[in-house]
């Protein structure tokens, strides 16, 4: 199906002003910005979908696996239902008690407690939930008086940090970009700390972004 007139006039127009190659160079461009995420998305989603579909058959019987590997999208919703059961499992009182003694048990393994206490605390962080949160956005001067970046807020600083340090200091988080759930843990002085009025969400989208996504200003959102 040819271009409709109006299209066709533009780019004509565009290729005179500009010449051909320097035409074809912007509107590639252009077309691998417009496509690439949407590639990217898909190239995750899938690889994704797969590896779960491949974890699902791998665990099924050799009797089964023949008959569901050419189902996409099994071992996703195998593991949606996994999950499910997990938060139900999770809200009963006999499930809490087994959720507790497995909590116990890789606490008590020396190299997995250090591994699996760092992630918990960061999942719970990032969720919003447990005393280890993310409790507000604020910004301080890193790594370099002078450069500011992104933190959060974890607490009040206590113990001998906080007795060694004459003015009172509170714990923050620096993450990395894009990811998040790695960066720097600094105790800053709480005169230091510029607070922001962006939620913790907007915190960590405008991170994983590297600043592309950037919230509303302080004086819209009273509005």
């Excluded at 199906?1 to 912007?26: A, F, N, V």
């Excluded at 071992?75 to 139900?88: F, M, Q």
């Amino acid at each position: 199906m040819p271009p409709p007139p109006e299209l066709r006039d533009e780019i004509r127009e565009q290729i005179q002003e500009q010449g051909l190659w320097c035409w074809m160079r912007k509107t590639l461009v252009t077309g691998l910005f417009v496509a690439a995420p949407l590639v990217l998305t898909w190239w995750l989603i899938s690889s994704v979908v797969m590896w779960m579909d491949g974890l699902l058959i791998g665990i099924l019987p050799e009797s089964l696996q023949f008959r569901v590997a050419g189902i996409p999208g099994l071992g996703l919703l195998g593991g949606a239902v996994l999950l499910l059961a997990v938060g139900v499992l999770a809200k009963h009182y006999l499930g809490k008690k087994v959720l507790e003694w497995a909590d116990e048990a890789l606490s008590d393994i020396p190299v997995v407690r250090s591994v699996y206490g760092a992630v918990k605390k960061i999942v719970e962080a990032l969720g919003g939930e447990g005393t280890g949160a993310f409790r507000e956005v604020v910004l301080v001067q890193f790594p370099h008086q002078g450069s500011y970046a992104i933190a959060f807020l974890t607490g009040v600083t206590e113990g001998e940090v906080q007795e060694k340090t004459k003015a009172r200091v509170l714990n923050a988080f620096v993450p990395t970009t894009p990811n998040p759930t790695s960066g720097f843990l600094i105790f800053v002085k709480e005169s230091d700390i510029i607070r922001l009025d962006m939620t913790v969400d907007e915190g960590i989208k405008m991170v994983m972004s590297g600043g592309i996504v950037t919230p509303g200003s302080a004086k819209k959102k009273k509005k």
